[in-house]
């Protein structure tokens, strides 16, 4: 995991240090933009390129920690799953106690609908989100949460308040039981 903040805060810093820097020479040997004017417009540029995306690789980062957290909480190996975009099904899988063939036939319905026309990659879709919804169930019902909790899950901005929910909650524990033998009295 180290490994991956390393490579990735290298990466955007190398961009948000080089991008400017070019694309003001750029601007200035073909345009003959004065040197401060050209370095302020490009700097506010790189800003608004940089901005929106440091702000999705912190709710990705974010996102990725709360999933391996909630496979912590289920005992769920190959956590690294969850960092990238195309094992996360993979993991979503482990993580309900099924095969990892149903993350396979999740990643790839869109991909076979599409290749056959638009209806049947509706309707393959729609099928890969309902098999996620399914899984998603089965990890609440798992955490000892409703299983109605993850049927929420494929409501967008809802799905992300659920997952840091089921990471950071701690499992409900049942309403009290009445017993139907009376209590020994001390």
Avoid at 157 to 166: A, E, K, P, R, T
């Amino acid at each position: 995991m180290k490994l991956f903040h390393r490579i990735a805060a290298t990466f955007l810093a190398a961009a948000a240090l080089l991008l400017p820097q070019l694309a003001f020479a750029q601007a200035e040997a073909s345009i003959g933009i004065p040197a401060q004017s050209a370095s302020s417009i490009l700097g506010s540029i790189g800003l608004l390129i940089l901005f929106p995306i440091v702000i999705v690789l912190v709710f990705y980062i974010f996102a990725v920690v709360c999933l391996m957290r909630i496979g912590d909480k289920l005992n769920t190996p190959h956590s690294w799953l969850a960092i990238f975009p195309f094992t996360v099904q993979f993991y979503t899988a482990l993580m309900a106690k099924k095969s990892i063939w149903w993350g396979l036939v999740i990643l790839l319905l869109p991909f076979i609908g599409g290749m056959i026309n638009r209806s049947v990659y509706m309707i393959f879709s729609l099928a890969a989100l309902g098999i996620t919804t399914y899984l998603w169930m089965n990890i609440t019902q798992s955490l000892g949460f409703s299983k109605w909790l993850g049927f929420c899950i494929w409501i967008p901005g809802v799905n992300l308040i659920i997952i840091i929910y089921l990471a950071f909650a701690a499992p409900r524990q049942g309403p009290p039981t009445v017993s139907s033998q009376p209590q020994p009295q001390q």
